[in-house]
C-alpha cells in the first residue's frame, strides 16, 4: 500500500468511528429521549466529582502498575512516576479521540525502554497490557451472564471470545515471569473493580431505585461494550449494550442508557488529570521549540 494510501484509510475509519457513536447516540435519543442524558449531566455535583477522580487513580495506578509488570519481561519497564504520566494521558486521549485506543498508540511511542530495547518492544508492551485488561473485561461479562443465566449463545460467545484473547495473549506473556504475571493480574482485576464500582455508583445515584445487586451485571456489560474500537469515547456501544443488558434482566432499557451514559461522564472527570498533563506537555514542547524558530528565522 503506497504511503499516501494510508493516511487516508486511517481518516477513513476514523470517520466511521464517529459516525457509528452519533448514529447510535441519536438512535437512544429518539427512542429514550434526551432525559437520560440530562441525568448524567445533572449527576455531576461535588461527591460524584471526588468519587471519579479516587476511582479513577485507582484505575489508572493499576493499569500503570500492570504495564510495568508486563514490560519487565521485556528489558523495558517504565518508572513508577513515568507509567502514571503516561497512563493519565493516554487514558484522556482514549477518552476524547476516535476508537479508544489512540492514547495507548501514543504511550507506547514514548515507552520509557531500556538500553537496547527496540521501539517495536513498546509496541508490543502496550498492546499486551491492554489486551489483558480486554481478557479481563469480556470475562466479567461472561461470568455475569453466565450467573445471571441471560442468553446462553451470547454467554457462549463471551466465553470463547475470553478464551480467544487468552491464545492470542499467551506467546507474548510467556517472556513475562509467573510472579510479574501474577501481579499483572491482578492489577487488571483491580482496574477493572475500580471501573465497576464507578459504574455502580453512577447507576445508583441517577437512575432512582437501581440496586447495587441489579448494577453489577450491568456494569460488567458495559465495561465489555467499550473495548469495541468502533466508538469516541464508548459513547454509542456503550449505552445501546447496558440498554439491551438492562432488559435481559428485567429493567427499563432507559435504566441502563442512564446508567451507562452517567458512567461515561464520570469516567471523563476521573481522566481529567490525563488531560491537564497532556495540556503542560503541549505547552512545554512549544516553549522548547520556539527559541530554535527565532533562530532559524534569524539565520
Do not use: K
Not at 82 to 90: G, I, N, Q
Amino acid at each position: 500500500m503506497s504511503e499516501p494510501a494510508r493516511p487516508a484509510r486511517h481518516r477513513g475509519w476514523t470517520v466511521v468511528q464517529v459516525l457509528v457513536s452519533v448514529l447510535l447516540v441519536a438512535l437512544l435519543v429518539a427512542a429514550f429521549g434526551a432525559e437520560p442524558f440530562m441525568r448524567a449531566a445533572r449527576a455531576v455535583d461535588g461527591p460524584a466529582v471526588v468519587v471519579a477522580l479516587l476511582l479513577g487513580l485507582v484505575a489508572v495506578g493499576a493499569q500503570a502498575d500492570r504495564w510495568r509488570r508486563i514490560a519487565h519481561g521485556y528489558a523495558a519497564r517504565p518508572r513508577v512516576r513515568e507509567a502514571v504520566s503516561l497512563t493519565y494521558e493516554a487514558t484522556f486521549l482514549n477518552l476524547v479521540l476516535p476508537g479508544g485506543v489512540a492514547g495507548d498508540a501514543v504511550r507506547a511511542l514514548r515507552h520509557p525502554t531500556e538500553e537496547g530495547a527496540r521501539l517495536r518492544t513498546g509496541v508490543t508492551v502496550v498492546a499486551l497490557e491492554r489486551l489483558l485488561g480486554t481478557l479481563v473485561t469480556v470475562l466479567g461479562a461472561a461470568v455475569a451472564l453466565a450467573v445471571g443465566g441471560r442468553t446462553p449463545v451470547v454467554t457462549a460467545l463471551a466465553f470463547v471470545g475470553s478464551a480467544a484473547l487468552l491464545a492470542a495473549l499467551w506467546p507474548g506473556l510467556r517472556r513475562v515471569r509467573p510472579g510479574e504475571l501474577a501481579r499483572a493480574l491482578l492489577a487488571s482485576l483491580a482496574m477493572w473493580g475500580s471501573l465497576m464500582a464507578l459504574f455502580v455508583y453512577a447507576g445508583t445515584t441517577s437512575v432512582p431505585g437501581l440496586s447495587i445487586g441489579d448494577a453489577l451485571p450491568l456494569g460488567a456489560v458495559c465495561l465489555a461494550a467499550m473495548a469495541i474500537p468502533v466508538n469516541v469515547g464508548g459513547w454509542g456501544p456503550r449505552e445501546s449494550a447496558t440498554a439491551v443488558a438492562a432488559m435481559l434482566w428485567g429493567l427499563p432499557m432507559v435504566d441502563g442508557v442512564t446508567a451507562a451514559a452517567t458512567y461515561g461522564v464520570l469516567a471523563m472527570v476521573g481522566s481529567l488529570p490525563g488531560g491537564a498533563l497532556v495540556l503542560l506537555a503541549v505547552v512545554r514542547s512549544r516553549r522548547l521549540s520556539a527559541p530554535r524558530e527565532g533562530v532559524a528565522a534569524d539565520a
